[in-house]
């Protein structure tokens, strides 16, 4: 044996599987497609959201949370409907949900704490719902932000990886692509695949494929820590699902390249059940990045409530395509209007104050202030009154921004943009005086004005998310307070199904049975049972996913070996 346990991807849920390993005294090691300046994977390019239940946060900020609202949520937003006979692809993904929450309700926040990960005060409300009692989204605010962001997840497995690393209990192996998994009689016993050329690319950028050798490894057991398939937009078409209409022809991408679900079928072939397949989670507020790393890099706009939404033929959006809301709700209503199929954006419209005090940008790197823990930066930042300058980066060089003074310039400007589909200056006016004409009151019918003023009643969204109601169109006193459109793409980032486990991340079989000596974790594992969040997720659930599942993974594995 070349090690007690092999775990493929050096991402965040591999890391904490091999610390919990190494922990207890036993040999990992650790192999990745890339090299070791893209040790943390996905994760560290990360906003840092991690979701929490009745934490101490939360109680600072009169937010009253419990296990079972936190469920009933996660129920109403998962909607589980693949639960009997032949096709129970969500058998084991509800019991996962299920522990999931009650462990972001007990034990998370003292674990986080002790393994390095500080938060930020404020708990952010991302994915506030489709607006029904039962239905999706979060009742309460339960985004909390990571000191460091994504990298502050990120750094206290790296460093114990590196650690165990200097003590000899684990070994890393970098630029090896496992092509297939090591079988006897039914058992992984190791995985074999290519030796890459070594490539010193930037931390993301795309790497070559070259193989210069090949390699074998054996262990008693395999963990895949391998990711999901949002950097593979031919996996990503293949396995759209009808009910979201057609996919987009054209895409930006959230992740890097080597987010490219490689090891899927390698692990189907040694026997694994892979279940789910049609759920995924992508995002309809994605920006071409003006300065990208990876092929086709986009940003997510994280949008507070106050942003007009706009269609491609400039019509405001309807329930549930309001800003911070509904995630896959608004992409089904994008592509299955029928008079939108042909057109792949939509357009947020705002002035330079919804622009300064609701836009934030998904990412470790577009947030220095976080990532940097830079607390007088953080409070010139959000509290400062002025647009951040990561932002401003974009409204000044980003390819999808449109900066005027009239509705009439930003129209001309909108069209410039997407040619593909030319707006009527009068049916966007139309949008924007309908829209503030519900603003001139603090009561309306409106859904998206009782949402902003719902949200304003929450400190942590008042101080630094939630900018105070005004019209778009009122300049008086705010001469400075131009408009700015902003071009919408769709930006593919997480598969929500994948390798079915159980509990304990061991990886099913088609009889329902472990695969002995398999284990999966993370995205791979559709973090967790192959389909822990079902058909939609309620935010900050990701990170915490791969935590879980690595967690899982790495206390049975060394409670058995």
Request: glycine share 14%.
């Amino acid at each position: 044996m070349d090690a007690d346990v092999i775990v493929v991807g050096h991402g965040l849920s591999g890391l904490v599987t091999a610390r919990e390993l190494t922990k207890a005294g036993k040999r990992v090691i650790v192999v990745d497609q890339q090299g070791p300046q893209d040790l943390g994977g996905q994760a560290w390019w990360s906003f840092g959201g991690l979701f929490l239940v009745d934490s101490p946060e939360q109680r600072r900020l009169r937010v009253k949370d419990s296990f079972d609202l936190a469920w009933s949520d996660w129920q109403g937003s998962a909607g589980w409907d693949r639960l009997d006979g032949p096709g129970d692809q969500d058998a084991w993904a509800h019991r996962w949900g299920r522990a999931y929450v009650e462990f972001a309700t007990g034990e998370k926040h003292a674990w986080l704490r002790e393994a390095g990960v500080g938060l930020t005060p404020v708990v952010g409300w991302a994915e506030r719902g489709d607006g029904r009692l039962g239905g999706h989204g979060n009742s309460v605010p339960r985004f909390h932000i990571a000191w460091g962001t994504g990298t502050g997840v990120v750094a206290p497995f790296a460093r114990a990886a590196r650690a165990a690393a200097d003590d000899g209990l684990l070994t890393f192996l970098h630029r090896r692509a496992v092509r297939g998994l090591l079988t006897e009689a039914g058992v992984v016993v190791g995985v074999h695949g290519d030796v890459l050329a070594d490539d010193v690319a930037p931390r993301g950028a795309a790497t070559g494929h070259e193989a210069v050798g090949t390699f074998e490894l054996r262990a008693e057991a395999v963990v895949l820590a391998s990711g999901g398939i949002g950097g593979n937009h031919e996996l990503v078409r293949r396995f759209w699902p009808a009910r979201l209409g057609a996919p987009p022809r054209e895409m930006v991408t959230g992740v890097p390249a080597y987010v490219d679900g490689s090891m899927l079928a390698p692990a189907e072939a040694a026997g694994a059940r892979l279940v789910n397949r049609d759920r995924m989670w992508h995002y309809t507020e994605g920006v071409r990045n003006w300065d990208p790393v990876w092929p086709g890099h986009g940003i997510r706009i994280l949008p507070g409530p106050s942003p007009l939404w706009l269609d491609a033929l400039g019509r405001r959006l309807p329930v549930p395509g309001l800003p911070g809301h509904d995630t896959l709700g608004t992409l089904k209503l994008l592509r299955t209007t029928p008079e939108l199929a042909e057109f792949d954006h939509s357009w947020f419209v705002v002035n330079r104050s919804i622009l300064a005090k609701e836009f934030a940008l998904s990412g470790s790197e577009q947030n220095p202030d976080i990532t940097n823990r830079d607390r007088r930066l953080l409070l010139k930042t959000r509290l400062g009154g002025g647009i951040p300058g990561p932002v401003q980066a974009f409204v000044d060089h980003g390819a999808d921004f449109v900066s005027a003074d009239s509705v009439s310039a930003l129209v001309r400007g909108m069209n410039r943009v997407a040619p593909e589909a030319v707006l009527e200056e009068g049916t966007v006016l139309e949008a924007i005086r309908q829209r503030d004409a519900e603003f001139r009151n603090p009561f309306s019918k409106d859904a998206q004005a009782q949402s902003v003023h719902n949200a304003r009643r929450y400190l942590g969204d008042r101080l630094v998310r939630v900018a105070k109601p005004r019209r778009l169109l009122d300049t008086a006193g705010h001469p400075e307070d131009g408009l700015v459109a902003v071009k919408l793409h769709t930006l593919t980032r997480k598969s929500l199904g994948g390798l079915q486990t159980d509990l304990a991340s061991r990886v099913l079989g088609l009889d329902g049975h472990p695969v002995s000596g398999l284990y999966a974790v993370g995205e791979a594992a559709g973090f967790g049972g192959g389909g822990a969040h079902g058909y939609n997720a309620l935010e900050g659930t990701f990170l915490g996913g791969c935590l879980f599942t690595g967690l899982s993974a790495g206390r049975d594995l060394a409670a058995r070996l």
